[in-house]
């Protein structure tokens, strides 16, 4: 009840949109939430891991936009949920992590995974950014906040890098236009940038409000957009900030718009930025509910307009941009874990 309560009162503050272009897709082989969804060279999806009921799965499966169908693929060698997946320049996609320290690699030309070096410390729920020399940096998470690696996929092996000023899970990492990468947030205000031609981290100017399991996303300007998220003591952050890189600076460009935490965000073709789902929660006593919410960031107007409501609502779920422009919300949880996915034609 809580969460209608919330919904109603963002609704009032945008432009609103009725029609409702969300639409059901075929439903994953089984139901998952803290999966990943990557996107594959030839544009199809390969989901993988999270759970259901309190059981990680192994299993992964691919989605075929054009049909509209999900195909099994190999089994993962483990089980992993709250995990990463990266997509690599030479086309594998690197999982990593999930309460352990290993990492495979899954090769879509034979459907097969294959392990590779494991990580220095085990980590979940961690972020993984691929640079632009294709390495991939690995920050923070649960069992090891402050710590920061590398995977080479030339020598399959991970190496150590700078610690960070921080310790920081429930964070966002955004890679800039430059090639460095932000983090932001873990439940403080605090954001740092990672060089990767030093690497060293580098503190910005703090965001005007703490926040974790928020939501990020470059612009095509390069500046970076983080909404919403929660605080340590369970208040809601709703105001939305942009970082500049060529100033270093935070902006709020509005406020009491967007909250709660585990959104979900992705860049549209035009520019703007849709979020979709997510979770709110009441502190006492402690009941979360999922939201069926969805609206559009507009860095040019710097206003947020509704979109018609998902048809069931998720956390814990994934978010793709398709190549033609759709935008696919797969699994995730409400009163259940769902295998269901749906699609906004936009």
Known sequence: MQANIIILTISVLFEYVSAKNWRFTGNMTVPREYHTATMLIDGKILVAGGDAVSSDWSTAEIYDPTLGHWTTTGNMNCTRSMHTASALKNGKILIAGGDTDTAELYDPSTGRWANTGNMNHARFLHTASVLSDGKVLVVGGMSQDQTAELYDPTTGQWTQTDDLNY????????????????????????????????????????LNDKRALHGASILKDGKVLVIAGFTEDMRY???????????????????????????????????????????????????????NFAAVYDPNSRNWMTLGNMNIARSHHTLMALNDGRVLAIGGIDDYTTNTVEFYNL
């Not at 942009?242 to 035009?270: C, E, H, M, Q």
């Not at 703007?272 to 939201?291: H, K, W």
Request: charged fraction near 20%; hydrophobic fraction near 35%.
């Open 237 to 291: 952050v709703t105001s939305t900030e942009v970082y500049d890189p060529s100033t270093n600076k935070w902006t709020i460009t509005s406020k009491g718009a967007v909250g709660g935490l585990f959104v979900k965000t992705v860049l549209l073709r035009d520019g703007r930025v849709l979020i979709a789902g997510g979770d709110f929660l009441d502190p006492e006593p402690l009941i979360r509910s999922s939201t």
């Open 167 to 206: 310790s920081r899970q429930y964070h966002t990492a955004t890679v800039l236009n430059d090639g460095r990468v932000l983090v932001v947030g873990g439940t403080v205000n605090s954001a740092e940038i990672y060089d990767p031609s030093t690497g060293h981290w580098t503190l910005t100017n703090d």
